[in-house]
């Protein structure tokens, strides 16, 4: 029996020793977790609607996913001086996010990366033949006409046709007769002293008439519309003979997309790029909504175009009541520069000529596999029909954010009832989003479209309106249903449309006329080749690039 008990000691005295090695164990794996994820940092996501706070999200936010360096991080963005620069707004908008690779989310990749821009970078320095402007042979007045991204595009060209026939502009008129009623002069909008200082070494700018030419011989003239150089200098130069004044009547898609010199294209892109960035107090604001978002995460900037004219201007009525119709087509009636009346709404949006409605809106990011938690900026004005139609957006996705609820009535008094400066702070909020996607293909959205390509090909999402239309009547009347199927259809045919680098479009073959250039891409919509290089070379003494 004293065998047994010395054999049921050692047995007992093995277990103890191997149960005092695993908690001496344990205890150190446990000291090394505690120290690099303490508790007082790990973040409570129990609630997938719940937004993190500023701390944890620097914890859970993730950083670019490729680590070669952007041109984006060496130069300043060009809407914004170096004095004004801040570490936070213009870096690329994925450099601050950091990624939890205990995650696995392979998803996030997709949903977030944005497309190789292939090394291109801008050159939109003049050529060495390019010299100072000539002697003035007299002023040009500009009438920029349209909402704010038309007008951006008019007078960026109209800089370059002072610089082709030789005059002096005088800071452009802008618009104050259009649908929005939008009193704001140019100084409200954009930095007037900036945009002169900017372009002094390839156009004299003024910014009045001098009084001494309050007499002289003026002439109101319509550009022609997509005109290239021998217009400009045989026709519209020749005016010089008779007038000391030129009164440009529209500014809008007066100058040709394509085959113009490459120091007037360069001229173009440092115009807008560059020069006509936005006044320091919209500046000031749309840095604070940008910083408001960040502070959520990764985020998408939305412009969704569901509002009253837009619907009204396209005739698009699908979702609508009967009487919202009838308000659209009222509006449409009676405002005179709207040149066509009569819509068949059906046709429109078979065609993929409507904007997406919210509902869509939400089955089309649902598709492409963006989470229920997923911050959302809705670059807009107000929404027809409000809570009304953003029902189901909303209850897809949560956390709507615009700069009503970023910012305080306060805030936004200086730039209430001005729809340009109010569309000013979503263009720069469009512009840092992480991803941007345009519900509609309008003004705002191709330039915002072209800006961010400029930027590095940052992600652009374009939603193929046409096709989507006949997946979303499958799913209307119950053919399909929303789920894997139809979220991979989605995902595959926008698997070429999320901003990867690509030429401009030239015109649609078999087109004449004005139809052949209005089919072109416009040049503010890509910038590449005219103003994009590809750099050939990395090594540390060499900076050649070519287009």
């Not at 306060?410 to 569309?423: R, V």
């Amino acid at each position: 029996m004293k065998w047994w008990r010395r054999k049921v000691v050692v047995v007992l005295m093995r277990k103890l020793l191997t149960s005092a090695i695993c908690v001496i164990a344990l205890m150190g794996l446990l000291s090394v977790r505690v120290h690099v994820f303490p508790s007082s940092k790990v973040s409570d996501l129990t609630d997938p609607y719940k937004l993190p706070t500023v701390t944890q999200q620097h914890e859970l936010n993730f950083q670019k996913f490729s680590t070669e360096k952007k041109w984006t991080q060496e130069v300043t963005q060009p809407h914004l001086s170096k004095e004004q620069t801040s570490p936070h707004l213009f870096k690329d908008p994925l450099s601050s996010h950091k990624l939890d690779a205990a995650n696995g989310n392979l998803d996030f990749e997709k949903l977030w990366k944005p497309p190789s821009n292939r090394d291109f970078v801008p050159c939109i320095q003049p050529s060495s033949n390019y010299s100072a402007p000539d002697e003035s042979r007299g002023y040009l007045l500009v009438y920029a006409n349209g909402g704010l991204n038309q007008m951006r595009a008019g007078i960026c060209d109209m800089v370059a046709v002072a610089r082709i026939i030789n005059a002096t502009l005088v800071v452009p008129e802008l618009d104050k007769r259009s649908f929005w009623q939008d009193t704001s002069n140019f100084s409200d909008v954009f930095d007037e002293d900036h945009f002169i200082h900017a372009l002094a070494n390839d156009v004299k700018i003024i910014k009045m008439l001098p009084k001494d030419m309050s007499s002289a011989t003026k002439v109101v003239m319509h550009f022609r519309s997509w005109s290239g150089l021998e217009y400009y200098q045989d026709e519209i130069a020749s005016l010089w003979e008779e007038y000391q004044v030129i009164r440009a009547a529209k500014s809008d898609s007066r100058l040709a997309n394509n085959h113009l010199p490459p120091d007037i294209q360069t001229l173009r892109c440092r115009s807008c790029y560059e020069a006509l960035r936005f006044s320091p107090k919209i500046e000031a604001m749309g840095k604070l909504l940008v910083d408001q978002m960040r502070s959520y995460g990764p985020f998408i900037a939305l412009h969704l175009r569901y509002e009253k004219d837009m619907l009204a201007f396209s005739g698009c009525t699908h979702g609508l009541s009967d009487v919202e119709a009838e308000e659209l087509r009222t509006i449409r009636e009676n405002t005179a520069y709207w040149k066509i009346k009569d819509i068949n709404a059906t046709e429109q949006r078979s065609k993929g000529y409507c904007p997406l409605t919210p509902k869509e809106v939400g089955i089309f990011l649902t598709g492409l596999g963006y989470q229920s938690n997923t911050p959302i900026y809705i670059a807009a004005g107000e929404i027809y029909g409000g809570d009304t139609h953003m029902a189901d957006l909303r209850s897809r996705y949560p956390i709507l954010m615009s700069k009503e609820k970023l910012a305080s009535v306060e805030e936004l008094e200086p730039f209430s009832n001005h729809a340009s400066q109010m569309a000013a702070l979503d263009y720069i909020v469009s512009v840092e989003s992480d991803v941007f996607i345009p519900s509609y293909s309008g003004n705002m959205a191709r330039a915002v479209e072209g800006h961010r390509r400029f930027l590095g090909h940052r992600k652009t999402i374009s939603p193929d309106r046409k096709a989507l239309v006949h997946l979303f009547n499958k799913i209307e009347i119950g053919l399909l249903q929303e789920g894997r199927k139809v979220s991979n259809r989605i995902s595959e045919m926008h698997k070429k449309l999320q901003g990867s680098p690509r030429r401009r479009r030239g015109p649609v073959s078999g087109t004449k006329g004005t139809g052949r250039f209005r089919s072109e891409e416009a040049f503010y919509v890509n910038p590449l080749p005219d103003c994009l290089c590809k750099r050939v070379s990395r090594n540390a003494n060499a900076s050649l690039s070519m287009r």
